[in-house]
Structure formats: structure tokens, C-alpha cells
């Protein structure tokens, strides 16, 4: 079965204060893993895709990595307005998307 | 643009009501979808439509039905409301299956 677990659940940061966000996955037959951010009375906002093992993207402050097993999402110096629910999906075989239940971020000044 | 546009925002019906949740794309995509968000869970898919005329079912789509007469409009219906569909609906689209995904600002729905 397809599954996606995310932690820590929460996380919080004082400003400038780097760390990372995990996503583990079981898929069959990875076909994508999507970064999300969604802010409260939202909906979510792409951030990222990523296809293969070894794959890489960033955006300002973020950085997505990918291994077979896991993403990390890394915040470099991060900043109030960075405070977000983050949420990671992947896409199987199947074709729709199974997402994580998210990583509450909070960058306190 | 106007992107996904879900109507209402918000919406309280009770116990045993029908609606339908509006969902309107002006990007012309192809695949459009609507999940739930209750607390504590992940987004979970409740049905999907790759195109017009063509609709499936995802993870939970008990007690809701889709249909897709147009490239641009993706409507979700609650048959007969109960209080285990209160939750956050959204809906999205992208322009094919593996693209990422646009979503609306979500409508807020009480049943009591």
C-alpha cells in the first residue's frame, strides 16, 4: 500500500535557525514527489516536484532533496513569513497523488 | 487568471440536505480533482477526472458524486449530508495526471 509519513508533525524555529523537514515513502513505482505549502484558509501551494533519486530543487530559503526512500525539504536561515503547514505527496503507478498529513512550521522573530 | 475557483467558502447544511460545491478552472486543464482535509490527516482524494465525460473514483468517494460535462467546471454533489462529511474540500487541477497540481481556497462544510 502506498503510504507517506511525514515528521515532525511540528516544528519550531527562532529566525535564522536552519533544520529540515522529512517525508518517507512506500510506492510502487515512484512516478513523482510533490512539495506543498499551505498557509491557514488555504489551499496548498506547489512548491516542488521531483522525479529521481539524487534529484535536487531550490527556491529561495528551500532546498528539496530526494533518495529512494525519503525527501527532505532544508530551510536555510529561515524567516517569519516561511511559517507554514508543509505538506508532501508522492505519485504511484496508480497515477493520483497520496499525501503526508504535513509539517506545521512556526519561525518565531 | 483566476486559477481554481471553489464556491461557497463556507456552508452549513443539515443532516440528511443535499448541495453541490462549485469548482471552475480557467487554465484549461485537463485533469481536475477534489479531495477532503479533516484534522489530523492528510488530503485524501474523493474523486478525479481526467478529462471531460470521464470521471473515477478515488480513496473515499462514499456518499459523493462528480460529473465533468466540461473542460472548465468539475461540480461535487452530497447526495444526503451527514455529520461525517463536516470537513475542508478542495479542488484542483493540473494540465495532465503527472503535473503538479492547482488548487482552489477550499470550501468550509458543517453538517449538523
Known amino acids: 500500500e502506498d503510504q507517506v509519513t511525514q515528521s515532525p508533525e511540528a516544528l519550531r524555529l527562532q529566525e535564522g535557525e536552519s533544520s529540515s523537514l522529512n517525508c518517507s515513502y512506500t510506492v510502487s513505482g515512484l512516478r513523482g514527489l510533490f512539495w506543498y505549502r499551505q498557509d491557514p484558509g488555504k489551499g496548498p501551494e506547489f512548491l516542488f516536484t521531483l522525479y529521481s533519486a539524487g534529484e535536487e530543487k531550490e527556491k529561495e530559503r528551500l532546498k528539496a532533496t530526494l533518495t529512494k526512500k525519503e525527501s527532505f525539504l532544508h530551510i536555510t536561515a529561515p524567516k517569519p513569513e516561511d511559517s507554514a503547514t508543509y505538506l508532501c505527496?508522492?505519485?504511484?503507478?496508480?497515477?493520483?497523488?497520496?499525501f503526508g498529513k504535513g509539517t506545521k512550521l512556526s519561525v518565531k522573530p | 487568471n483566476a486559477g481554481v475557483t471553489q464556491t461557497p467558502k463556507f456552508q452549513v447544511l443539515k443532516t440528511g440536505q443535499s448541495m453541490t460545491l462549485q469548482c471552475a478552472q480557467d487554465m484549461n486543464h485537463e485533469y481536475m480533482s477534489w479531495y477532503r482535509q479533516d484534522p489530523g490527516m492528510g488530503l485524501r482524494l474523493i474523486h478525479y477526472s481526467v478529462g471531460a465525460g470521464i470521471t473515477d473514483q478515488g480513496e473515499v468517494p462514499n456518499g459523493y458524486n462528480v460529473s465533468r460535462s466540461t473542460t472548465e467546471d468539475f461540480p461535487l454533489r452530497l447526495l444526503s449530508a451527514a455529520p461525517s462529511q463536516t470537513s475542508v474540500y478542495f479542488c484542483a487541477s493540473s494540465r495532465t495526471l503527472n503535473q503538479p497540481q492547482h488548487f482552489g481556497d477550499g470550501t468550509r462544510l458543517s453538517i449538523l
Open positions: 505527496a508522492v505519485q504511484g503507478s496508480q497515477g493520483n497523488l497520496i
